[in-house]
Structure formats: structure tokens, C-alpha cells
């Protein structure tokens, strides 16, 4: 049995809440959340037949970008095409066809999670597509000689904290796909 203690709700429970009969499926929660840029994310600002204003610009790390005309732009937390229509409208007095302009995600660097404890290499790891505990512990280059090898702990970005027993992961139980911001803690 799957065991959760100091959920955020503040009691253990036998149902973790990823387990919830009415959860939707991983694939389903992929398109119900839309992608939103973050920080050190880098995208492409292409201007048909204006190369002068095509650039491949990185989120700084205060959110914004510059782009030459439009000026400094708040990039994190808009969806690409948010930020293109913003492009699209600070462009329309300058440029004749402003319409004509596509915002490529060249690399997504803003999506990570965090290992920390007794593994081979704790750190910050990529979060590019669903990923669980156990792939994550593999990314980290697996448990420590000193691991306690039994439990380890979920930390959400929420402040919701989740003890995950590893013989559950290993038997392939229902496990949390992890999420930006998620840190691993091996004991």
C-alpha cells in the first residue's frame, strides 16, 4: 500500500491525490495546460521578408525579452501565441504586413526539477516530457551508498510534501509524474 504522510491537506492518507478516480489521464493533462514561456526559455521572433527583424532572443531573467522596434517585452507566463499577437500589435504602426509573424520555442530551459540527497549527482534536471521518481532517480545517476533505499519525498513548488515508498515505485504502482519546480529529496 502506497502511504502519503504530510500531504498538504496535513493528514496521511492511503490515496495519493494523482490516484483520484476523476484525475485525467497524463496525456490529457499535457493539452488541458496550455505551454508557457519562463525564464532562459529561447525562442525565434521571425518577421517575413524582414530579416533586419528576425532575432533569436532568450527570456532574461527578470521575464522580458528585447526585439528591435517592439522593445522590451514580458515573455514568462505568456503562451507563444500571447506573445506573438503582442509582437504583432507593437509592430503594426512600422512594419506593412505585421501579421506575417511567427514565434518559434527554439529550447525550452525553464521547465526543471530538482534531486537533491543521497544520489550520484544531485542538481537540476530538464523536465521535458512526463518523467516519474524513478526516472528521475536515473537521471541522477541512481541512489547513494548511503541512501536510506526505503522511502523519499516529493516536494511540489506548492508546498505540498509527499513520501514516496521506493518498493512501490519499483513495482510499478501508480506514481506522480513530476512537475516544473518539483524537488526529490533521497534520504
Known amino acids: ?21 476523476a484525475a485525467p489521464s497524463v496525456d490529457a ?24 527583424l528576425t532575432r533569436v532572443v532568450a527570456v532574461r531573467p527578470d521575464g522580458r525579452i528585447s526585439l528591435p522596434i517592439v522593445g522590451e517585452l514580458e515573455a514568462a507566463g505568456r503562451t507563444p501565441d500571447e ?3 503582442l509582437v504583432v500589435e507593437r509592430l503594426g504602426p512600422w ?5 506575417v509573424v ?19 549527482r ?5 523536465l521535458r516530457s512526463p518523467l516519474g521518481p524513478l526516472e528521475a532517480l536515473s537521471l541522477a545517476g541512481g541512489l547513494g551508498e548511503f541512501s ?17 515508498r521506493l518498493a512501490d515505485l519499483e513495482r510499478r504502482r501508480a506514481a506522480p509524474v513530476l512537475q516544473p519546480g518539483d524537488t526529490l529529496v533521497v534520504r
Open 29 to 52: 493533462q499535457k493539452e488541458a495546460v496550455p505551454f508557457r514561456l519562463g525564464r532562459e526559455d529561447v525562442i525565434e521572433v521571425a518577421v517575413y521578408r524582414d530579416p533586419e
Open 95 to 99: 512594419v506593412k504586413s505585421p501579421a
Open 83 to 85: 506573445l506573438r499577437a
Open 1 to 21: 500500500m502506497l502511504a502519503i504522510a504530510g500531504c498538504a491537506h496535513g493528514a496521511a492518507t492511503d490515496d495519493p491525490p494523482w490516484m483520484e478516480p
Open 122 to 126: 544531485p542538481g537540476a534536471y530538464p
Open 148 to 164: 536510506s533505499r526505503r522511502e523519499l519525498w516529493l516536494l511540489r513548488a506548492d508546498g505540498a510534501r509527499h513520501r514516496l
Open 102 to 120: 511567427s514565434l518559434i520555442v527554439r529550447e525550452v530551459n525553464s521547465a526543471r526539477f530538482f534531486v537533491v540527497g543521497e544520489v550520484a
